[in-house]
């Protein structure tokens, strides 16, 4: 996979290629960020995001999409993923990671030799020195409505749009073979993390719970791509999205119903079988050229052996992953929530599934130590939090002070609205600890 476009950061030194990068996490507010690049001073535009945010490989924008500009307008090379999620800030909680209505999460190594590059709509910087690259593609369903998205995507499809797959399917699989041609056109192969923002994941289309036409679709390209389906898979998380143009979605009639199957109706109306004003499939990711060791939970079925009643296609991912990193160990742990076994725990009780969901996370701490890795705590861990019910002040308050009672009064967490990949989930927390973080609240 050639580019079709490629600049190089002017950040760092023209000998920087003799380095390796450690990974840095900045979560900052778009008025924060804007104060930060107009201090970096008088250079163009990207001159003072180098300076503001030397090494940057890529953001996730939350959020109001129309402050991402800040950034976009700033730095136009960098790889934006777009989540549709709006960010939540409980009542009378300590200082969080943000307090804006639109946030970022921007990912930095320390390297002079990032280059931005695109290939059709996967945008990416990547280091040689560090032996990172961060990609980000967004794709619309309704251009992979009659299996004719091989366009969108340079070629890479992998349907025809006759074998029964859903449009959802064939994006997630296009995306996902995207992203693999381009991490092994790189010689960096091996996948460090992946989020995925599936619009409406919870609604039935085409007779089909989405976030399982996801699963199809994302097991479909790891297929394909020749990677492995069980063991040495990726820390990643997928959520709903509930914000459309800038809009909180997360009232509409498609969401969950509540069904103990994890599987919700679609809208009266008509559009959970129309994704066309939604936002769109997002995914975005971290890979390297080294490999990570990948983790389970003792608690719970590794996801790739869930049982034939949550989808005949298994989710491919794994519970968290130890990255040896180049300054020390990385942690990134996938979306944790309310499972033990292969079963949802505490339906309806969300403070249940939160302290049900620290137990799951701290058995991963165990078990990475176990496996060799660095022993973390509650306490070292970054974390972001996805609520399904923002409207329950007292509930995302009592959400907050059982994260504090586990992590420590001092935890900054980024809270978002966003739907769980099962309906009777309320909560799922991800979190990553072992690399540098900065917070711009």
């Known amino acids: 996979m050639s580019p079709d476009k490629c600049c190089r950061s002017t950040a760092g030194s023209p000998d920087a290629r003799a380095t390796r990068g450690a990974l840095r996490l900045v979560q900052a507010g778009a008025a924060r960020v804007a104060a930060r690049l107009s201090d970096a001073g008088p250079e163009a535009r990207a001159d003072a995001f180098d300076r503001a945010f030397p090494g ?17 307008d700033a730095a136009p090379t960098l790889p934006l993923a ?67 998205g091989a366009g969108v995507t340079g070629g890479i499809d992998g349907t025809d749009g006759t074998d029964g797959t859903t449009p959802l399917e064939r994006a997630t699989c296009a995306a996902y073979r995207a992203l693999f041609a381009l991490i092994d056109t790189l010689a960096m ?26 699963n199809a679709g994302r097991q479909r390209a790891f297929d394909a791509s020749r990677r492995t389906l069980t063991g040495a898979v990726p820390a990643a998380c997928a959520l709903g999205s509930t914000m459309v143009d800038g809009r909180d979605d997360s009232r509409d009639d498609s969401r969950d119903d509540g069904r103990a199957d994890g599987r919700a109706d679609g ?107 660095p022993r973390f705590a509650l306490s070292d861990l970054v974390y972001k939090v996805y609520v399904r019910d923002p409207d329950d002040a007292a509930a995302l308050a009592a959400i907050d002070r059982a994260l504090r009672d586990a992590a420590g009064a001092d935890a900054r967490p980024l809270y978002l609205r966003a739907d769980v990949c099962r309906a009777d989930l309320l909560i799922e927390i991800e979190a990553s600890a072992g690399h540098q973080v900065e917070r711009l609240g």
């Open 56 to 72: 940057a490989l890529g953001a996730a924008c939350f959020g109001d999409p129309a402050r991402w500009a800040v950034l976009a």
């Open 82 to 148: 777009p989540v549709h999620m709006a960010p939540l800030a409980p009542a009378g909680a300590a200082p969080l990671a943000c307090r804006d209505d639109a946030c970022f999460e921007i990912w930095q190594c320390d390297a002079g030799d990032v280059v931005s590059a695109a290939s059709g709509p996967l945008r990416y910087r990547y280091s040689e020195s560090a032996g990172l690259v961060f990609g980000s593609i967004a794709l619309r369903e309704a251009d992979f409505a009659s299996g004719d």
């Open 189 to 214: 192969p091996h996948l460090l993390r992946i989020w995925n923002t599936v619009p409406a994941i919870n609604a039935e289309q085409f007779g089909l719970e989405r976030y399982r036409q996801f």
């Open 267 to 373: 809208r009266a109306d008509g559009r959970a079988d129309s994704t066309d004003d939604a936002a769109p499939l997002s995914v975005y990711f971290l890979a390297s050229r080294t490999p990570a060791d990948a983790i389970e939970n003792p608690r719970q079925v590794s996801a790739y052996h869930y049982p034939a009643r949550y989808g005949a296609r298994a989710p491919t991912f794994a519970r968290a992953a130890v990255w040896p990193g180049a300054a020390a160990p990385v942690l990134f742990v996938s979306g944790t929530a309310s499972i033990v076994g292969h079963r949802t725990l505490h339906r309806g009780d969300v403070l249940a599934q939160t302290r049900e969901t620290f137990a799951n996370l701290a058995a991963v701490l165990d078990e990475a130590a176990r496996r060799g890795g």
